[in-house]
């Protein structure tokens, strides 16, 4: 059957077999020897590497929001602090597509979320990616945060958090001054890569103080280690680090006074700075109507942003800072002591007969006061006297005189945006116009008008320096500072306007009806009425369209004697300084010496207003949901301030006269003056 | 290696004929494997029993399957061959009617692979055609195309499945019979060279794209750590965090959190060696290193070409098991889906493994008989 040849080829294929078979194994012995080598690689030489990989698979590290540092007034009382929050995120990456819906709809009823808010929540929802989460709602009562935690088996990637939120006790009072806080922006995010700015909660200052101060007041994230597995789901907490809380800063605010100041504002669109006048800091710097910044930093919806940004009274601009007014007769005390300076006798009299003729122009007085000295001309608030005197010795005096007490410049502050006006001179309209200076435009900047532009905040430091007569140095931020140097002014210089501006409230002068009601306390003022339009016009800004009117100004120190204050009031359309500005700052400056006294006038004017700040701005925005067809207030607040501490003032709320705020389309004016 | 002496004693004579050393090793990786399962549930039994019962149930049935004589293996080779051709075609057509891709038929009382059962009758019917053919002819063209078409029938069928990795198996068991039968080796190499030209173009235009991402992703596995790459970088976690001597039994994290996917099945190496370290792996290289070893020898001894091929061919499909999986839950192959035999849950690598084991045993069952009766 088998042929020798056949035979030795099968032999063959045998040997050739074994061969093979040999080959083979060897080679899969070396591919055990490198399976081997693999994880030897593995095991010991990149064990570390991947040991620190398990770790941070299995270990997640949830960073915990520090508790924002506190502001506090000159005496510790809070000013900004921080309430316990409730809150419920969703975590994005850990909602499942197919539960999404019943997630939401069951949070909804949970929550008792509104239409608005879950259209927010399905928006933020497609714009959000990974574990940034999405707010569903804060601030949440114990029983609907405790509704929720129960129930998070069955709501996979919903997150409740119990943390702190930014509380403001006296609300829109120091709105301006404080600023808001909330989410960081996702640019913030992608420049700082701080996964602490993501974190469910956090927030950061987002104007203001608390914006400048953003760096002490945040503190340190602590953190929570937890055990989770891949898809999220906690096994176990193994340590917690806990938030360094950021620093307190304690401010020279007076924050009795920041709020008597804001309240006494009433329903006028002013400002209201005080000074201490033995060392520069501010007591008190309120810009009214303001938004309430807790309001703010629980982030408002879109028709309360538009009611604030439609509001000709301009809630959102710190009138203190930012807005520049002509100072109108505020600002004689600086002519004033240009004039002395330049060697002219202050007992010179200079008869008013009503007006000054410069050229074929004549420049008008509000009256015809007769013979004035320059003790009576400040009282008188005489312009024809100044239109002499100013244009005898020139603008660069005047000017020389405004900068050194403080107009024109910019101090500082913590605060985000300072404007710091107009001080012109020849030099600066030729800069600005290509034009030579006129021997009108001396006139007009003698009285205050014409291109002089200043802020409140210049005002009231003008007037500390006129009354402490140093170079004082504007500071919001407790702590000692070197004592001012004196001013380049000679004392009797100073002490001929101060006894001018004693003479204007407590003599026969423009602010004799708010003089103050305290024994032995007097105070010196100077009013001033800026022109919103030309003198010449019917009405002369004293009646007519609100504005149209003419801004009230006022500045003011006390007591006489021994100045221990200074303010400015500004009040926009107010219609004159002894009108409107004069008797705010009276009551202000009651408040600093009998307190009880400036709060009974108080009371009985809130009366008449309908409430206080919040009473009022709680049926403005009534009135304004209204308007817009609007559901009612917010019934179940996803986003509202709720545990917050009721106000200290005795008025409730009522639904009393509304307030002018019904808001205008149109543009708002500008707070400046006449562009002449 | 196994042979104890048929002599008088207590123990009746199958039982000391059976090859014990064997067994005791496939019990080794088995019950280890048993282990690993259990930690994988993080205690539970809902894998470790069924592995366990089913392992004993292939076990007694591989013990008989040693009692099969070799020419009956020789004879069964082109039916089996047949019958398992015909299955895969109709779980191509019944995947086909239910409009889904479909791996098993449901016998009734079994899920059967016969993809899986594939990878053992392409061995049988590759060693039957060339015991059948003359030594003369093999290096003969008509000795090379029977053999490719017989591999490449059933692979095109599961490829079609698409199961990548099992069609990889059957068309490597298949030509390492080739390769073991003479056919010359040029052709191997010649062949090398085309598969490392042609793999590119295949990769492009035949694999799915889950395949092809998974081969991309092998050559980068951190270029897409949240997808496809997934799988290969939590192994390689697992592994390489294990150490030397492992976290400890029920210890591992990246099992029991759920990092590693698959953990109880293609992945199993990994869970294990995250609790048993480098100690775990080696032992399980070694102990597949002397399985194999012995079928390779039992080839080797053995008296008939046919017997030769199917030891050598079978260790080698073993090998090919072990290796792929391993390679590839070290980040070495792409993930083509390969469960590590006795250790992976899953009863059909289990089945087919001690299937294997049952045939090798039973040709060393034959080597030892052959060699009594030229003793007597």
Partial sequence: ?676 | MNRLNTGPGFVPAPLAQLPWLVILLVCAIGGFGVLVLLSAAGGDLKWAQPQGARFLVFLGMALVLSRVRENIWSTLAFPLYGIFLVMLIGVELLGAVAGGSQRWLDLGFIRLQPSEMMKVAIILACAKFYDMLPAGEIRKFGAIWPALAMIAVPAALVMLQPDLGTALMITAGGITVMFLAGVPLRLFIGSGLALAVSVPILVNYVLHEYQRNRVLTFLDPESDPLGTGYHISQSKIAIGSGGIFGKGFLNGTQSHLDYLPEGHTDFALATMMEEWGLMGGLFVIIAYGLLIRWGIVVGVRSNSKFGKLVAAGIATTIFFYVFINMAMVMGLAPVVGIPLPLISFGGSAQMTILICIGILMSLDRQNRLNRATTRW
């Avoid at chain 1, 316990?84 to 999404?100: A, G, H, Q, Y």
């Avoid at chain 1, 603008?395 to 107009?407: H, M, V, W």
């Avoid at chain 1, 986003?639 to 509304?658: D, W």
């Fill in chain 1, 1 to 676: 059957m088998s042929g020798p040849v056949r035979m030795i080829s099968e032999a063959q294929q045998s040997y050739s077999f074994s061969r093979r078979a040999v080959l083979l194994g060897g080679i899969q012995a070396t591919a055990g020897l490198v399976l081997a080598g693999r994880m030897t690689w593995l095991a010991v030489y990149e064990n570390d590497k991947y040991k620190l990989l398990a770790e941070s698979n299995r270990v997640n590290l949830t960073l915990i929001p520090p508790r924002r540092g506190w502001l506090v007034d000159r005496n510790g009382a809070p000013i900004a602090n921080n309430r316990t929050d409730f809150r419920v995120d969703i975590i994005p990456d850990r909602l499942e597509k197919e539960s999404k819906g019943q997630v939401l709809a069951q949070l909804r009823d949970l929550l008792k979320l509104t239409a608005e808010d879950l259209a927010r929540i399905e928006e933020d929802l497609k714009g959000a990616a990974g574990f940034q989460p999405v707010q569903v709602a804060e601030n949440l009562d114990w029983e609907r945060f405790a509704a929720v935690s129960v129930r998070l088996p069955e709501l996979p990637g919903v997150a409740p958090t119990r943390g702190f939120a930014r509380n403001y006790p006296a609300g829109a009072a120091v709105g301006h001054l404080v600023g808001y806080v909330g989410a960081a922006t996702a640019e913030q995010f992608k420049a700082s890569k701080d996964p602490l700015l993501v974190t469910p909660g956090f927030k950061l200052g987002k104007d203001g103080l608390e914006k400048m101060l953003e760096g002490p007041l945040r503190g340190k994230a602590g953190a929570k280690r937890v055990e989770v597995t891949a898809r999220g789901k906690l096994v176990r907490e193994l340590a917690t680090r806990p938030d360094e809380p950021g620093q307190t800063i304690r401010l020279t605010i007076d924050a009795g006074l920041q709020e008597f100041a804001a309240r006494r504002l009433g329903n006028e669109s002013g400002s209201c700075t005080v000074f201490d006048v033995t060392n520069g800091n501010i007591l008190a710097m309120v810009s009214m109507p303001a938004y309430d910044p807790n309001a703010l930093s629980d982030g408002i919806s879109r028709s309360e942003w538009k009611m604030l940004s439609q509001d000709d009274h301009l809630p959102l601009m710190n009138k203190t800072l930012q807005g520049l007014y002509p100072p109108g007769s505020t600002f004689k005390p600086a002519t004033a002591l240009a004039i002395l300076g330049a060697g002219v006798d202050p007992s010179r009299v200079i008869y008013c007969n009503g007006g000054y003729q410069l050229g074929n122009r004549r420049f008008g007085c509000l009256g015809r006061h007769g013979p004035m000295t320059m003790h009576t001309a400040i009282a008188r608030s005489c312009n024809t006297y100044f239109y002499t005197l100013g244009r005898e010795i020139g603008i660069e005096p005047i000017a020389a005189a405004a900068r050194k007490l403080g107009f024109g410049a910019e101090f500082e502050l913590p605060l985000p945006s300072q404007r710091y006006g107009t001080i012109p001179d020849t030099a600066w309209k030729m800069r600005r116009y290509k034009q030579d200076w006129t021997q009108a435009d001396t006139l007009n900047a003698a009285i205050g008008q014409g291109y002089v532009l200043v802020s409140p905040f210049q005002l009231a430091l003008s007037a500390a320096r006129v009354a402490s007569g140093r170079e004082l140095l504007p500071s919001l931020l407790a702590g000692k500072r070197k004592p001012a140097s004196r001013l380049a002014f000679p004392e009797e210089h100073l002490a001929i306007v101060r006894s001018g501006m004693d003479e204007v409230v407590n003599g026969h002068g423009t602010a004799g009806a708010s003089k103050l009601q305290l024994d032995g306390i007097r105070m010196g003022g100077k009013t001033g009425t800026a022109q919103v339009r030309r003198i010449m016009d019917r009405n002369r800004g004293q009646g007519g369209d609100w504005k149209y009117r003419d801004h009230g100004l006022f500045v003011c120190f006390a007591p006489v004697d021994n100045p221990r204050y200074a303010a400015s009031v500004v009040i926009e359309h107010g219609m004159g300084g002894a009108r409107a500005a004069a008797p705010v700052a009276k009551d202000v400056l009651t408040f600093l010496f009998d307190k009880q006294k400036a709060l009974d006038t108080l009371a009985v004017l809130e009366n008449g207003w309908g409430g206080d700040i919040r009473a009022r701005m709680a049926t403005r925005d009534a009135a304004f949901r209204a308007a817009q067809g609007l559901p009612a207030a917010k019934p179940t607040p996803g986003a509202s301030p709720l545990p917050q501490p009721t106000p200290s003032a005795t008025a409730t709320p009522m639904p009393a006269a509304t307030p002018t705020a019904t808001p205008t389309p149109a543009a708002s004016p500008s707070p400046q003056g006449p562009d002449e």
